[in-house]
């Protein structure tokens, strides 16, 4: 596959998680990319930030940001792929730190009809702690430096280091959309534009990332797993507020139970509009 590829990192207010991911998107092995961020309504630091790394990222790096009325995640995304040039998207959360081929390796398994999904490793709050101090690089450390920090208890597990090359089992889950998360997604912008992007109908933590895949799955797109592959690096944060969790989850299981690939506020509602409110490049 030569198309561009768009990265799409989403963000709010944690200039200091954003900054690791910028700088291990500024060291890939594979340069065809531009990178977009989504920011849901951070304050001026990540603008800051954001600018500052224009130059040592070396590829276009946009910034589109709304209003901070609360958390919509789905709907920045939305955003970030009308400001996005990419042929291919690959979803990717601001907290979540990859590793030098991780763009290279989703290009490789890229697939007309196909989306891809990741898996992650959680960092301790400790060990983001140090890492985000110390601005250490994980995304460098040899294999024996995780196993170490797996005895200690630094991170949950060890799969997402792992490569394996599983060749046909990528595709055992292909109609399945549990376990998939938007913290390391990849689709095609065709497919993308098909269903109408992500929902805005969803509204603070939970349930729009399943959402889209099952919608994915309705259009008939298939599921190939990036795990032993794709794996993430993602730092600690606090849990997300989940009071809106019981009406997203109702939102699901309207749309698990139907035929339904299009968004019900998707794409379409924001191209043209003013409420993009900064897009730099």
Same mark, same amino acid.
């Given at each position: 596959? %030569?198309?561009?590829?768009?990265?799409?990192? =989403? =963000?709010?207010?944690?200039?200091? %998680?954003?900054?690791?991911?910028?700088?291990?998107?500024?060291?890939?092995?594979? *340069?065809? &990319?531009?990178?977009?961020? %989504?920011?849901?309504?951070?304050?001026? #630091?990540?603008? /800051?930030?954001?600018?500052?790394?224009?130059?040592?990222?070396?590829?276009?790096?946009?910034?589109?940001? *709304?209003?901070?009325?609360?958390?919509?995640?789905?709907?920045?995304?939305?955003?970030?792929?009308?400001?996005?040039?990419?042929?291919?998207?690959?979803?990717?959360?601001?907290?979540?730190?990859?590793?030098?081929?991780?763009?290279?390796? *989703?290009?490789?398994?890229?697939?007309?009809?196909? &989306?891809? =999904?990741?898996?992650?490793?959680?960092?301790?709050?400790?060990?983001?702690?140090?890492?985000?101090?110390?601005?250490?690089?994980?995304? +460098?450390?040899? &294999?024996?430096? $995780?196993?170490?920090? !797996? $005895? !200690?208890?630094?991170?949950?597990?060890?799969?997402?280091?792992?490569?394996?090359?599983?060749?046909?089992?990528?595709?055992?889950?292909?109609?399945?959309?549990?376990?998939? !998360?938007?913290?390391?997604?990849?689709?095609? !912008?065709?497919?993308?534009?098909?269903?109408?992007? &992500?929902?805005?109908?969803?509204?603070? $933590?939970?349930? /729009?990332?399943?959402?889209?895949?099952? @919608?994915?799955?309705?259009?008939?797109?298939?599921?190939?797993?990036?795990?032993?592959? =794709?794996?993430?690096?993602?730092? $600690? *944060?606090? /849990? #997300?507020?989940?009071?809106?969790?019981?009406?997203? /989850?109702?939102?699901? +299981?309207?749309?698990?139970?139907?035929? @339904?690939?299009?968004?019900?506020?998707?794409?379409?509602?924001?191209?043209?509009?003013?409420?993009?409110?900064?897009?730099?490049?």
């Amino acid at each position: 596959m %030569a198309e561009l590829i768009s990265v799409i990192v =989403t =963000t709010y207010n944690r200039a200091d %998680a954003l900054e690791a991911v910028l700088r291990s998107l500024a060291c890939q092995t594979d *340069h065809d &990319f531009e990178v977009v961020v %989504a920011d849901d309504g951070s304050g001026p #630091a990540t603008a /800051e930030l954001i600018e500052s790394w224009k130059a040592k990222v070396g590829r276009r790096l946009g910034h589109v940001w *709304h209003d901070d009325r609360g958390f919509r995640a789905a709907e920045i995304r939305n955003r970030a792929i009308l400001a996005s040039r990419g042929a291919y998207c690959i979803f990717l959360d601001g907290d979540c730190v990859v590793r030098p081929d991780f763009v290279g390796t *989703h290009r490789r398994l890229a697939e007309r009809g196909w &989306f891809v =999904t990741g898996n992650r490793i959680l960092l301790s709050p400790k060990l983001t702690a140090k890492v985000l101090r110390e601005k250490l690089t994980p995304e +460098s450390w040899p &294999f024996s430096a $995780w196993l170490a920090q !797996r $005895w !200690r208890g630094g991170i949950n597990r060890l799969s997402a280091i792992l490569r394996l090359p599983l060749g046909p089992l990528r595709r055992l889950r292909q109609k399945m959309w549990r376990g998939a !998360r938007s913290c390391n997604l990849a689709i095609w !912008r065709s497919d993308l534009e098909r269903i109408e992007g &992500f929902d805005a109908e969803y509204s603070g $933590w939970g349930k /729009e990332d399943s959402d889209i895949i099952v @919608r994915l799955l309705h259009a008939g797109v298939h599921r190939k797993d990036g795990i032993f592959a =794709t794996g993430v690096l993602h730092l $600690w *944060h606090p /849990e #997300a507020d989940r009071s809106n969790l019981t009406t997203n /989850e109702s939102k699901l +299981s309207d749309i698990i139970a139907s035929d @339904r690939i299009r968004a019900q506020r998707g794409l379409s509602s924001l191209q043209g509009a003013s409420t993009i409110a900064m897009v730099s490049s």
